[in-house]
């Protein structure tokens, strides 16, 4: 068993009276890919903006590389080597893909250029890191607006790892993707974990991106831990009968 | 493509289809067009249309108009608007009059000092949108009413100030032959190769693909043959019209801004999607105040020109109150070229073309002999045509079409 880079212990959030998260743990270990899912309102949001530092934990403990950290802002975290891809992705559809990777971080050039965008060095290097990723199909001097879900989203989750991150959350990377494009988007997530990074994965698609694509499974009911499963011998029927609190819908049922 | 974890080689990328191309760093291409037809319908009408004095004249009346359009645009990119920039116009060249008529300040000081005046009337109306989150034209028709009643406060009793023999007439009446003519032209196109060159090369060294001829010697050899046509054509006449020199210079520059700096792409990023802009650390409001300072310094700079080209401002210079013509056209010059106002589309080359559209309408009928309210009709229906063609390559770009 590898050692995790990033932790949390029994962490807690309320939101006045509400309470997003009690208790929560949660293990993200390099190379591997960890699922998280959970009915609407079981907290997945909630948890991957307390790991991405939006929200801050009320109790508990994150760990980063084994520390304890306390992280109070967004950057601070994507500083730390922990990125996020929301599921609006963030792109410019008026720009490129290489405009798009590296947008807010462009590579200049010297001040009598007038800081020049020194686009060659910055195609190549998306090349370099699309390559890495498998993804060469994607042009990198078309408009993103004019491709497809599945390639906007491949770009988004490229621009996250571009500067070599250690830790990817991913909210809902196949939420308004067809089928086909879903399988792109899990092809590169397990090309991110044979890299060595961690993944952490926010989807619905239990039964076509879940069970295929990701190592572990956990399972989130009303801001607990609910489950915990190995992908490899679970079926989608026992996660969602975790989801949805397995007694209760049996009951139900009879 | 299902099974695309391991795709052959990288030459399967798709090519930019041309409607794509339109929509980008060819968006003038239509407006060119456009303008080339203009051009043959007036020949035709008229035997004095393409003498060198009335190209000379058409291309210095489009330079007002051009100027302003041209700062706009970067405002326009942003996905705001500025209401205001013939009133800044108006203002900053009453100003730049004021203090020289009246108080002495030398004509470079006093350019300097108005085209900073409008910057910073433009930073101001900036501050106040970034700041309070009202929409942009709202704003900014309240600065231009605003100035409209300080134009008329600077002004003196006679409500003009006369600017023959001022030295500021200098301004649009200078015109530049012989060798420095010819150095300044080709001196342009130097650069503009250098430019073109340089990116090429760099390409090149990085292995990726870069052609040559597409690249650098067909843009180039166009831009020459603008230039160099423009100079034999005008050498005829009285030279180069410092004017038009002007505009052209400002043009190199401010294209060169919005498509090769790091500032530039975030105009168009912002415009496009203000909240990815934001969270890739992009300071958006920083750089909205900035387009908006740029759009009151090129309307600043504009007016004086104006003023310069009439000899004198008054209660009607920057359009009078409202902005009046002016203003429409300045707009109506930017979208005609190709900028379109919800942000995040155009080039500012577009403004160049836009405003010679708009100059040359106006040039032509008054030529024919048609009256004004016909210039008006024909100048709004191209305003309508320009934004339907462009909203039409827009749609042919989206995926699925």
Same mark, same amino acid.
């Given at each position: ?131 890495? $990723? *498998? /993804? ?6 078309? !408009?993103? @607006?004019?491709?497809? =879900?599945? &390639?906007?989203? #491949? ?64 399972? $989130? *009911? /009303? ?6 499963? !190995?992908? @490899?011998?679970?079926? =989608?029927? &026992?996660?969602? #009968? ?13 | ?401």
């Amino acid at each position: 068993m590898t050692e995790p880079i990033l932790s949390l212990r029994g962490v807690s959030k309320s939101f006045g009276s509400i309470k997003a998260l009690s208790n929560v743990s949660l293990d993200l270990e390099p190379g591997k890919v960890v699922a998280l899912v959970g009915d609407n309102g079981a907290g997945k949001s909630t948890l991957v903006k307390v790991m991405s530092g939006v929200h801050r934990p009320d109790s508990g403990q994150y760990l980063f590389e084994g520390r304890e950290v306390h992280v109070s802002n967004p950057a601070e975290v994507a500083d730390m080597g922990v990125q996020t891809v929301y599921q609006d992705l963030a792109l410019c559809d008026n720009l490129d893909a290489v405009q798009n990777l590296f947008l807010g971080r462009e590579l200049t050039g010297p001040w009598y250029t007038g800081f020049r965008v020194t686009r060659a060095a910055s195609e190549r290097r998306a090349k370099e890191v699309l390559r890495r $990723l *498998r /993804l060469d199909s994607i042009s990198l001097t078309r !408009n993103v @607006g004019a491709m497809s =879900g599945g &390639q906007r989203q #491949n770009i988004a989750i490229a621009r996250s790892i571009l500067w070599e991150p250690k830790v990817v959350l991913l909210d809902e990377p196949t939420a308004a993707l067809s089928h086909s494009a879903a399988e792109q988007v899990g092809d590169l997530v397990r090309e991110l974990a044979s890299h060595g990074l961690a993944v952490l994965v926010i989807s619905h698609d239990i039964h076509h991106f879940v069970l295929d694509n990701t190592d572990r499974i956990e399972v $989130l *009911r /009303l801001g607990r831990n609910a489950a915990s499963f !190995n992908s @490899g011998d679970v079926t =989608g029927e &026992q996660v969602v #009968n975790a989801m949805v609190g397995g007694n209760e819908a049996v009951n139900m049922a009879g | 493509m299902t099974d695309s974890l391991h795709p052959p080689m990288s030459a399967a990328t798709p090519k930019r289809t041309l409607t794509e191309r339109l929509g980008n760093e060819l968006s003038f291409v239509p407006v060119a067009i456009g303008l080339v037809a203009l051009f043959f319908f007036f020949a035709t009408q008229s035997d004095v249309f393409l003498t060198s004095r009335n190209l000379s004249n058409l291309m210095v009346q489009s330079t007002v108009t051009g100027i302003i359009a041209l700062g706009l645009v970067f405002v326009l990119l942003t996905g705001e608007i500025d209401l205001s920039v013939a009133a800044i116009s108006g203002v900053a060249s009453v100003f730049m009059a004021k203090i020289v008529m009246d108080f002495g300040l030398p004509v470079p000081l006093a350019i300097l000092a108005a085209v900073a005046l409008g910057g910073l009337v433009g930073a101001l109306s900036g501050r106040w949108i970034t700041l309070i989150g009202v929409p942009s034209f709202v704003v900014t028709l309240g600065v231009g009413l605003v100035l409209n009643g300080i134009q008329l406060l600077l002004l003196p009793r006679t409500g003009r100030y006369n600017l023959m023999n001022s030295g500021v007439d200098k301004l649009a009446a200078t015109h530049v032959t012989g060798v420095l003519a010819w150095g300044l032209i080709l001196g342009a196109i130097a650069i503009f190769a250098l430019v073109l060159g340089s990116t090429w090369r760099a390409r090149q060294r990085a292995g990726l693909d870069a052609s040559f001829h597409g690249g650098v010697l067909l843009p180039v050899v166009v831009v020459a043959a603008f230039l160099i046509g423009m100079l034999m054509f005008l050498e005829n006449q009285r030279g180069l019209p410092m004017p038009v020199i002007l505009f052209l210079a400002l043009l190199g520059i401010m294209s060169y801004i919005t498509s090769e700096t790091r500032f530039g792409t975030y105009l168009y990023a912002i415009g496009n999607n203000a909240e990815a802009a934001r969270r890739a650390g992009i300071k958006v409001d920083r750089i909205k105040i900035i387009a908006f300072a740029i759009a009151g310094s090129m309307a600043a700079f504009g007016g004086i020109l104006s003023a310069s080209r009439s000899l004198g401002v008054s209660v009607s210079s920057g359009g009078g109150v409202g902005g009046g013509a002016l203003l429409l056209e300045s707009i109506a010059a930017a979208v005609i070229g190709g900028v379109s106002l919800f942000g995040g589309r155009g080039m500012v080359v577009g403004a160049l073309f836009g405003a010679l559209i708009i100059a040359t309408v106006s040039n032509g009928l008054n030529l024919m002999g048609v009256a004004n309210e016909a210039r008006l009709i024909v100048t709004g229906l191209l305003l309508i045509i320009a934004v339907s063609i462009d909203r039409g390559i827009e749609k042919l770009a989206r995926p699925g079409s």
